[in-house]
């Protein structure tokens, strides 16, 4: 795989030199063969000789292996590893990609977890970064270019129980390395990007070092990647020299509501109990040869108002946890992050006067708009009593709603007849489940048109 040393440095990934750490499995193998298909040439580093091999027979068989080369090597020892970059660059003329993907995984609880397990977690993965970063930044400025992949972990940015304590420091180290790294890098032809994954099924991780019941129930919910695509996602972002990748898409949201309420996310977190999906066996849900139907978001905002609706430890979780989070969100962001929005959701928070205390309470709610305001519907999950907010606004009908950066008083009237048949079919089609909460409920589900007292301060969502 020598590569002509007077050639010029390529357009990543096409004809690059690229060395991957753990690239022999799992997501590394996904990224390895990625950019073997992208025409890149790479050097595959691991510790585990029948990894090595069976890595080496699949590409193979695909017809991929002549563009990869293996090298077995601990990259916490800090001099193979060196030598392994040293290999690498000699053997291509330079080194244009380096992905630190290495990892140590052992998920357990601190009292229960060895003080050299832990330290072997930070060594594989945060040492074994920082001495690749070092080898190889000189090169690739030498060369005039070249980007570095650091594999981070939503477990490094939400801390919550499951992850072994020593697992997410060792991705917060990467995170906050990388960020750190990528900023003194702005600007230069060198990349520093940042990859920080949801749950990822289908590998070993969960196969054989991580118990599906680590993870908590919540994540049943959430979508599961699979690693060709959150290799997609690294050579996406690699093309676009993207200083961070997050994947899924909705880990952004995720994020930013741990950084604004990481107490409500972690007793959300702590709700329901361990995950009961084998995260080792699945990937992401798909349904093939799917008829025409209600849009995906429709389908997956059914799927989880039929949950809470029928699952009493669900609706527990919703009522502790992700109400009191989503009214942190809003009312902190001036409602322009929301659970709902996060779900491609129309969402607003509206405050009420309470009936018999006459103190202002905030609830969160979906809305459909019409005739210039806002329909929402008082669903309480299917419960069979009315929300206490409904009753607010029936005996106090002014009250004030936050939407899309905007806070506005607003006149509440209770629908019926013609008009709300009209509004709930524009609920319907908004989330389909609300007609599982009807069902359910028992009773006709108040729907209140909210209209704006001050028609400047209409919404813009």
């Not at 849009?295 to 799927?303: D, E, I, V």
Request: aromatic share 6%; glycine share 10%.
């Amino acid at each position: 795989m020598k590569i002509d040393d007077h050639s010029p440095a390529p357009a990543p990934p096409k004809g690059s030199v690229c060395l991957v750490t753990g690239g022999e499995q799992g997501i590394g193998l996904a990224i390895t063969r990625a950019l073997t298909r992208q025409g890149a040439h790479v050097h595959v580093a691991g510790i585990s000789p029948q990894h090595l091999e069976s890595a080496a027979a699949d590409l193979e068989a695909e017809g991929l292996g002549d563009r990869v080369a293996f090298h077995q090597v601990d990259v916490s020892d800090r001099a193979a590893y060196e030598q392994c970059i040293a290999d690498v660059h000699e053997a291509g003329g330079r080194l244009d990609i380096l992905v630190n993907n290495a990892a140590f995984t052992q998920w357990r609880d601190v009292a229960d977890m060895s003080v050299e397990d832990m330290q072997k977690t930070m060594r594989t993965g945060y040492d074994a970064m920082v001495v690749g970063v070092k080898a190889v930044l000189p090169l690739m400025r030498a060369a005039g270019g070249g980007t570095i992949v650091n594999m981070g972990s939503s477990a490094g940015v939400v801390f919550v129980k499951g992850p072994s304590a020593s697992y997410a420091a060792a991705k917060a180290a990467i995170n906050a390395y990388t960020q750190v790294l990528s900023a003194e890098l702005a600007g230069s032809p060198v990349n520093a990007m940042l990859v920080r994954p949801g749950t990822v099924g289908g590998t070993e991780f969960f196969g054989r070092h991580v118990p599906s019941q680590r993870m908590p129930r919540l994540a049943d919910f959430l979508p599961v990647s699979t690693p060709e695509q959150v290799a997609d996602a690294i050579i996406d972002g690699i093309l676009n020299k993207r200083a961070i990748v997050d994947f899924p898409g909705y880990l952004p949201a995720l994020y930013r509501a741990y950084a604004l309420a990481p107490g409500a996310v972690r007793k959300l977190a702590a709700l329901g109990g361990p995950a009961r999906r084998d995260f080792a066996a699945t990937g992401p849900r798909r349904a093939a040869g799917r008829t025409p139907g209600p849009s995906k978001t429709a389908r997956t905002l059914t799927q989880l108002m039929e949950k809470v609706g029928s699952a009493p430890w669900a609706l527990a979780a919703v009522r502790a946890g992700l109400v009191p989070l989503d009214t942190t969100l809003q009312h902190k962001t001036s409602g322009r992050l929301s659970v709902g929005r996060t779900l491609g959701v129309p969402a607003l928070l509206l405050t009420t006067t309470g009936a018999r205390t006459g103190q202002p309470r905030p609830t969160p709610l979906f809305y459909a708009e019409h005739n210039g305001g806002y329909a929402v519907v008082g669903s309480n999950f299917g419960s069979p009593h009315h929300p206490a907010w409904t009753t607010n606004l029936i005996k106090t009908p002014t009250a004030s709603i936050t939407a899309a950066g905007k806070q506005m008083p607003v006149t509440a009237r209770l629908v019926t007849g013609p008009e709300r048949e009209d509004i709930w079919q524009k609920i319907l089609n908004l989330a389909p489940g609300y007609q599982t909460y009807n069902d359910r409920s028992g009773r006709d589900l108040r729907v209140f048109h909210l209209q704006p007292t001050d028609r400047d301060q209409q919404h813009g969502s």
